[in-house]
């Protein structure tokens, strides 16, 4: 909500090097950093060479907590998602995964053709945890008005008005805010084109999937080196030895702050 609020309220002056969206706090679980600390991940950051090639990039680089391990995460249209969205209610990448489908509809249209919708097979991956850089002409690419549209579907949501017919966000924020998490590169990347109109105004004509999968999950050590210059790194499987380790249970101990100065 806040990220969408920042572009509405500064949609004709955004700056010309770009806009960076993060979280308010400075040590948070999923910060892609060997001590969490986004402060120091931030002073590396290279912005242009992280926007250049396609106008937008997640900041993390580990794929732990991401669905961009086909193993992990199973295609959101699948029976496999759908049992577990229903028998693990608790499990929030579950039922997000599974309330995806019919939340692109609303935010792209609703008149998209059968070809142009997800299959059972096919899987939307995207990195954790929304947090990016983004160029200005990507931001451009859809009008401010859509932005607001997209802001009232969220609202609408939580209001718990026309949830149940799929026009308005998921109730729970915790399954919104993650649906949104999804959408972010969609949005931008430059390569992800849409022939009709914006989100929750037109219709789209498909997008190349497998490509748009590729540019939102790109290798870790690529990313390592491409955003921060930690270059060289002993990768694998989308993790790279040293720079990042999933804490227990997705939480950082209370005194971490404290600790790490």
Known sequence: MAYLTFIIDNYASIPASGAVFVHGS????????PDYDNT??????????AITAHGY????????????????????????????????P????AVSDQALPGALMAIFGHD????????????????????FVVARHSIWRWEREEYVALRQWLLDGSAGS?????TAAPSDDRVAGRILSYVWHILF?????????GPLSGVQSGVDL??????????????????????????????????YHLPQDLKLPEDWAATHP
Request: hydrophobic share 35%.
């Open 189 to 197: 990347i430059r390569e992800a084109r849409f022939d009709g109109q």
């Open 40 to 49: 120091a991940l931030l002073s590396l950051l290279n912005v242009s060479a």
């Open 210 to 243: 497998q490509r748009l999968n590729s540019l939102a999950c790109p290798r870790a050590e690529e990313c390592y080196c491409r955003l921060y210059g930690r270059c060289g790194l002993e990768c694998s499987s989308g993790s790279c030895l040293g720079q």
């Open 26 to 33: 400075r040590f948070a679980w999923h910060n892609d950093h």
């Open 162 to 166: 026309g949830t149940a017919a799929n």
């Open 112 to 131: 998209l053709d059968q070809e142009s919708q997800l299959g059972r097979d096919d899987a939307v991956r995207s990195q954790c945890c929304a947090q």
């Open 90 to 93: 608790w499990n929030m990448r």
């Open 57 to 88: 990039h997640n900041l993390r680089c580990d794929w732990r907590a991401s669905t961009c391990l086909a193993a992990e995460a199973p295609p959101q249209r699948s029976l496999e998602t759908k049992m577990r969205a229903v028998l693990e």
